[in-house]
């Protein structure tokens, strides 16, 4: 830390925004590049953590410099601080490297008091704006300083206004503003227990000290904690001479933006109110202004404010938000700082600077937040309605857009409300392949229990649907079709809405909007294309999946998830046979059944994806899923299987497992029950030989053994499935490449990966499972605890969100080398829901990978990311890339 604290607004510039704060660095900056910004100092983040350390007081150090830099703006004014001539307001202004709701608001016109009140009415010639002004400062610090609640202000304005029946807080009189004045010093009298402070100095420390006190307030904490904002960074706070927009007819204060902010059009948009101060412009005291009006009533001004608008804008190369105030003609600009805009705006505004020479294409391409592209591909909140909505819970954002339904409990229910047209939200505790259906008819999902690896998670980002889950604070009751949160009550029928964006969770019906791609978003990721190294793959289960993928630029399915295709209403008895015969012969009866399905199945994707490479995994979850668990089900299907009821429930019994997530499952199930692969590969390699015989292209299935920890289980599995595919390829007298590889999932696989590598053709990491196995969390119940080691800052991501660099990280880093150093060519890519998640990317094209996987609605976010890593990189990707 160097011991100056204090920076005159010449002394700094945009770049030192941690030292100065984002206000700090930008109005330094605009001084420096000659903008009208009144005089001013910064007094450092620096000086912010020596206030903590020096027992929450500010250093006799730090005052010195303070008092000098303050000297230096009496000068440059020409005004003296408490002088009963001229006197030199100021405003204290709070300001963060990070933007921060929540902080000390700013206090305006410090330096009043009984004298220099009057020198400022008696300078000015306007008693009226002086005693204006003076209530405002009372006001501003009383509450910031003296935690005076503001509404005891308003109260005595509004008791003032109602008396005289004025509508317009501009129609006080002098006499009224004095009177007011009076009423303000009683309520400090009163509630602080002392008189207003009248000395200027006093009141500038005491301003400070809350500036900085303010840093560690509870509002300021939980947005902190809220958005990963580090707590010891520190606020700065500003001093900067006062200008005034309340000076009467010909003064003004205003906010604009040089882009609009919703579309992204070029035109200036804002709003500004004559005779006005601060921040009476979002108060809505008054109506304020567009800002084209401002062309009448002040042309000259506007036409600098034109010009100044413009040329920050080329300066900082980014659409600016921009504070400005008139004092009696004359345009001071007070805050610029790059805008917030919604993702079609931000579009739009990358590429239109792109295209006006303002911008690289790559430094368009590093602009966007790949994650706010999601909100293009779904549904969103009609915004108006959006702002009378209070959310009832909050739970895991685990899959973008906006739904409004009734709530159903069932799979079953929701299926037959939606076949009458209704739109429903499925409840559930948590959803199981069973709850396909529902969950397809569905506009949202909202589960109570599981992360955003669980069933409900995947599945609902699969189909592109909207899905909250793991939301602990609904209590479901499937059983009476009720679900609680604490005192409120929904009922089957009732209306929710559900915001996957957010997690949030709301009663009643809220308006959506459908989606719209537009052209900018289309010329953006051709240009990400371009530079990206990582190839983009999507998990798809089904020929329609597999489109959509498509159309958002996928270039080959990384994970074909088989026994999605066995929940399938003609399918299931026919996979419940397979599991219950007790026999060989019997059970080949029905793979035989289900071999004409696989295969249709596997042709559709092969048809779809023209030749771009499908990697179809073997069948994985353990076999009691398939299984029914209700009484009801279980009689039926006994029936139709012409077995008694309790062999059944035998059966269904010897197939429960403890753990089913390490039990009977992955490359286990084909090791017991061989005749499984060779079904499935004997489905997958008559598909791919006909499909190019139809089509005419070359298919190279790629086939994948899940959950491989031992080489040998590799060596056992990949034997019955080349086999197979040889006897097929004889019988059929007609060849095709495929290859034979493994997911790297298990701890054990990555810590062995060269000798498993030896006998694969690629690897494919399944990061859901490694990151479960790595961190013994089980990814169906972790929901429970991970938000609390969030709060509690046991961890500060979620690891099934975004991958642990450092422990699943440095698996995956492993295996990659391990791999390479057997087969240096091997392709290695990323199957994982890692795969659609910016930071997560970022990583796996620094290991060198050859591409990720996700689901369809993530492929435009991967592709991004994909082309940011790169840049990122300086154009240098991961050293062992291809
Ligand atoms: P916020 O961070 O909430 O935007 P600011 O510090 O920007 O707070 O202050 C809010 C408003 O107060 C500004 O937009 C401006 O209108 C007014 N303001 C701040 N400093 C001055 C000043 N020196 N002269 C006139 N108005 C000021
Ligand atoms: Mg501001
Ligand atoms: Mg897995």
Not at 597 to 624: A, C, N, S, Y
């Amino acid at each position: 830390m160097s011991n100056k604290f204090v920076y005159l607004f010449e002394e700094g510039n945009a770049s030192m925004k941690a030292l100065l704060g984002g206000k700090g660095a930008n109005l330094a900056e605009m001084t420096n590049i000659g903008l009208p910004v009144p005089p001013g100092f910064t007094i450092s983040t620096d000086a912010c953590r020596a206030y903590y350390e020096n027992n929450k007081s500010i250093t006799p150090e730090i005052i010195d410099q303070i008092t000098k830099d303050f000297k230096s703006i009496e000068e440059k004014t020409n005004k003296k601080f408490g002088d009963k001539v001229n006197p030199l307001l100021v405003s204290v202004r709070s300001g963060a490297m990070f933007s921060m709701p929540g902080m000390m608001d700013t206090i305006l016109n410090l330096g009043l008091n009984d004298e220099t009140v009057i020198a400022i009415g008696e300078k000015t010639d306007n008693m009226r704006f002086a005693y204006d002004s003076y209530r405002r400062f009372i006001q501003m610090f009383s509450d910031v300083v003296l935690e005076i609640p503001k509404f005891r202000f308003e109260n005595v304005l509004d008791k003032y206004k109602e008396k005289f029946g004025y509508e317009n807080d501009t129609q006080l009189t002098v006499d009224d503003l004095k009177d007011i004045v009076k009423d303000f010093k009683a309520i400090v009298k009163k509630e602080s227990g002392r008189d207003f402070p009248q000395v200027p100095n006093e009141q500038l420390m005491e301003a400070v000290n809350a500036v900085f006190r303010s840093w560690n307030n509870a509002r300021a904490i939980a947005y902190r904690n809220l958005y990963d904002i580090p707590h010891n960074l520190g606020t700065a706070v500003n001093v900067q001479s006062m200008v005034f927009g309340n000076m009467g007819d010909d003064s003004g204060t205003g906010v604009a933006f040089t882009r609009n902010p919703a579309t992204g059009e070029k035109k200036l948009y804002g709003e500004f109110l004559m005779n006005a101060q601060g921040e009476d412009v979002v108060a809505g005291i008054r109506t304020p202004k567009s800002i084209e009006e401002l062309q009448d009533i002040m042309p000259e001004v506007f036409e600098q404010f034109s010009v100044i608008t413009n040329n920050l804008e080329n300066h900082y190369k980014d659409m600016q938000d921009i504070e400005f105030t008139i004092e009696q003609g004359k345009l001071y600009i007070l805050q610029t700082r790059n805008g917030k805009r919604t993702i079609n705006a931000s579009l739009r505004v990358a590429v239109e600077m792109v295209e006006e020479g303002l911008l690289t294409q790559d430094e368009a391409i590093l602009r966007i937040d790949p994650k706010q592209l999601d909100q293009l591909l779904h549904p969103t909140f009609d915004g108006e309605t959006m702002k009378m909505a209070v959310p009832i819970a909050t739970g895991l954002p685990a899959s973008p857009g906006a739904a409004t339904g009734k709530v159903y409990f069932t799979a079953e229910d929701a299926v037959k409300a939606a076949s009458t047209g209704e739109k429903v939200v499925l409840v559930r505790k948590e959803t199981s392949p069973e709850d396909i259906e529902g969950m397809n008819v569905a506009q949202g999902i909202l589960t109570s229990r599981g992360g955003m690896t669980s069933h409900a998670a995947v599945v609902a980002r699969g189909m592109g649907k909207c899905c909250v889950a793991g939301c602990e604070m609904v209590k479901v009751d499937e059983d009476s079709k009720i679900f609680a949160v604490g005192d409120i009550k929904i009922n089957e029928g009732d209306f929710i809405s559900l915001d996957g964006s957010t997690g949030k969770v709301y009663p009643g019906s809220i308006k959506t909007v459908e989606p719209t791609l537009s052209g900018d978003f289309a010329k953006l990721m051709s240009w990400a294309d371009d530079r990206r190294i990582l190839g983009v793959r999507t998990n798809a289960d089904t020929p329609r999946d597999a489109e959509t993928s498509l159309s958002f630029g996928a270039e080959g399915i990384g994970l074909c998830r088989t026994e999605h295709m066995f929940f399938d209403e003609e399918r299931i008895p026919v996979v419940r046979e397979m599991i219950l015969s007790e026999t060989l012969t019997k059970r080949n009866k029905a793979l035989n059944k289900l071999l004409p399905m696989q295969k249709k199945d596997f042709k559709g994707l092969f048809k779809v994806m023209k030749g771009f490479p499908v990697t179809i995994r073997l069948l994985d979850p353990p076999l009691h899923e398939f299984l029914p668990t209700d009484e009801k089900d279980i009689i039926a299907l006994a029936e139709e299987m012409e077995m008694n009821v309790s062999e059944l429930k035998e059966v269904i019994n010897s197939l429960h497992e403890f753990n089913p997530m390490l039990g009977h499952r992955g490359c286990r199930l084909a090791v017991t029950y061989p005749e499984i692969a060779q079904m499935q590969t004997r489905a997958i390699i008559e598909a791919a030989l006909e499909v190019e015989d139809e089509e005419k292209t070359t298919i190279i299935p790629e086939i994948m053994i899940p959950l491989v920890g031992i080489k040998s289980e590799l060596d056992y599995v990949k034997e019955i499935v080349v086999q197979t595919a040889e006897k097929i390829m004889e019988e059929k007298g007609k060849r095709t490449d495929y290859l034979v590889g493994t997911m790297i999932e298990v701890p054990r696989a990555a810590l062995t990966a060269d000798e498993i590598a030896s006998n694969a053709d690629f690897f494919s990491f399944g990061t859901n499972d490694l990151t479960q196995m790595t961190f013994g969390f089980s990814r169906d119940d972790a929901g429970k605890f991970i938000s609390e080691y969030r709060e509690k800052e046991v961890l500060t991501d979620d690891p099934f969100q975004s991958i642990d660099v450092d422990g699943v990280g440095k698996l995956v880093e492993m295996a990659v080398k391990l791999g390479k150093s057997v087969k240096p060519n091997m392709k290695m890519g990323v199957c994982g829901e890692h795969g659609g998640d910016p930071k997560s990317v970022e990583f796996f094209n620094k290991v060198g990978l050859q591409y990720v996987s996700c689901s369809p609605y993530r492929v435009p976010i991967a592709r991004l990311s994909a082309a940011q890593a790169v840049l990122k990189n300086n154009g240098t990707p991961g050293s062992d890339q291809r």
